[in-house]
């Protein structure tokens, strides 16, 4: 049995159960945090798997001979590495016109839809004007549609322009986004109003707020949808293939396809067809790399230093 002190003070044994019941009380909420983070880590990793693989797996096969990668297409290592096949690829068809006619047409479309985007939704949120809900549901109508509906019309208004066959009509039947009216309109509602009247108070215009201090206050927005509608439009294939009549105008997604099936080499050629995608996708790579910084150091970003 434990005594306890003349005075009624606790005794060196009763001091250290209870310590140690404080030690075991912290010690469990440790673990667990410890368990939780380690779980969300895991299932992170798995997931990173998953979607790295596919990209892992297609540079693996052009870097294999055909019959390697029927017998063992699992095996992510090649028995020789066969580099040659990126040479050869690159020089049995136009793969760097391709290239640069995807990437011309994906930059000028998204820069197009970077600065109609920003100002309607500058006018959405900032300016005060009549059925301005309205002009909102609307577009967010137009969301909604298909985008194989717009074909057709699109169609129709590039002939009538004399723009079919040519990337300017590619440019401009795309200029438009509802998806960046809608993401930059979420953003620019974050902007405190303090920044706008202070603006407004010292004379600056409305392209002026837009351009010097709302866009580069979002800056991070803005360089995932830049990033996004790039992505978008240089792997576009159904559009690009119904407008682009001409060889040499061919984007990358329709270039190998029109090489690939049109050539009969569709199904023979597998290593080929692996690096022909693999170029394809470096430009995207270098672009996402190149975002990145700029997505991650202001995704928390909401305009107000305070």
Same mark, same amino acid.
């Given at each position: 049995?434990?005594?306890?002190?003349?005075?009624?003070?606790?005794?060196?044994?009763?001091?250290?159960?209870?310590?140690?019941?404080?030690?075991?009380?912290?010690?469990?909420?440790?673990?667990?945090?410890? +368990?939780?983070?380690?779980?969300?880590?895991?299932?992170?990793?798995?997931?990173?798997?998953?979607?790295?693989?596919?990209?892992?797996?297609?540079?693996?096969?052009?870097?294999?001979?055909?019959?390697?990668?029927?017998?063992?297409?699992?095996?992510?290592?090649?028995?020789?590495?066969?580099?040659?096949?990126?040479?050869?690829?690159?020089?049995?068809?136009? +793969?760097?016109?391709?290239?640069?006619?995807?990437?011309?047409?994906?930059?000028?479309?998204?820069?197009?839809?970077?600065?109609?985007?920003?100002?309607?939704?500058?006018?959405?949120?900032?300016?005060?004007?009549?059925?301005?809900?309205?002009?909102?549901?609307?577009?967010?109508?137009?969301?909604?549609?298909?985008?194989?509906?717009?074909?057709?019309?699109?169609?129709?208004?590039?002939?009538?322009?004399?723009?079919?066959?040519?990337?300017?009509?590619?440019?401009?039947?795309?200029?438009?986004?509802?998806?960046?009216?809608?993401?930059?309109?979420?953003?620019?509602?974050?902007?405190?109003?303090?920044?706008?009247?202070?603006?407004?108070?010292?004379?600056?215009?409305?392209?002026?707020?837009?351009?010097?201090?709302?866009?580069?206050?979002?800056?991070?927005?803005?360089?995932?949808?830049?990033?996004?509608?790039?992505?978008?439009?240089?792997?576009?294939?159904?559009?690009?293939?119904?407008?682009?009549?001409?060889?040499?105008?061919?984007?990358?997604?329709?270039?190998?396809?029109?090489?690939?099936?049109?050539?009969?080499?569709?199904?023979?050629?597998?290593?080929?067809?692996?690096?022909?995608?693999?170029?394809?996708?470096?430009?995207?790579?270098?672009?996402?790399?190149?975002?990145?910084?700029?997505?991650?150091?202001?995704?928390?970003?909401?305009?107000?230093?305070?």
């Amino acid at each position: 049995m434990t005594t306890q002190a003349i005075d009624g003070s606790p005794t060196s044994g009763q001091i250290k159960a209870v310590s140690h019941k404080k030690n075991a009380g912290t010690e469990r909420p440790m673990e667990r945090q410890a +368990f939780v983070a380690l779980a969300k880590h895991s299932f992170l990793m798995v997931c990173g798997t998953m979607m790295v693989f596919p990209f892992l797996w297609m540079i693996s096969g052009s870097l294999k001979s055909n019959d390697e990668i029927f017998s063992s297409p699992l095996n992510l290592i090649p028995e020789t590495f066969r580099w040659e096949t990126f040479v050869e690829t690159f020089h049995s068809a136009p +793969f760097g016109l391709y290239i640069f006619n995807s990437f011309s047409v994906a930059l000028f479309t998204t820069v197009l839809v970077i600065i109609n985007s920003a100002m309607f939704a500058y006018a959405l949120t900032q300016l005060r004007f009549r059925s301005k809900t309205v002009l909102y549901f609307v577009v967010m109508g137009c969301y909604m549609l298909p985008g194989a509906v717009t074909y057709i019309p699109s169609y129709i208004t590039l002939a009538r322009l004399s723009l079919l066959d040519s990337h300017t009509g590619l440019i401009i039947s795309n200029a438009a986004s509802v998806f960046g009216v809608f993401y930059l309109r979420q953003v620019f509602i974050k902007i405190h109003p303090s920044l706008i009247e202070a603006a407004r108070i010292d004379g600056a215009g409305e392209l002026k707020i837009l351009w010097a201090i709302m866009l580069p206050q979002c800056r991070a927005a803005v360089a995932t949808l830049f990033l996004i509608t790039f992505i978008t439009n240089y792997n576009s294939y159904m559009w690009p293939s119904l407008v682009i009549t001409s060889q040499e105008l061919n984007l990358i997604a329709t270039g190998i396809r029109h090489y690939f099936i049109a050539e009969g080499n569709y199904g023979l050629n597998w290593s080929q067809i692996m690096a022909a995608s693999t170029i394809a996708v470096l430009p995207l790579l270098i672009l996402f790399v190149v975002c990145q910084k700029t997505i991650l150091s202001g995704i928390a970003d909401n305009g107000v230093k305070e």
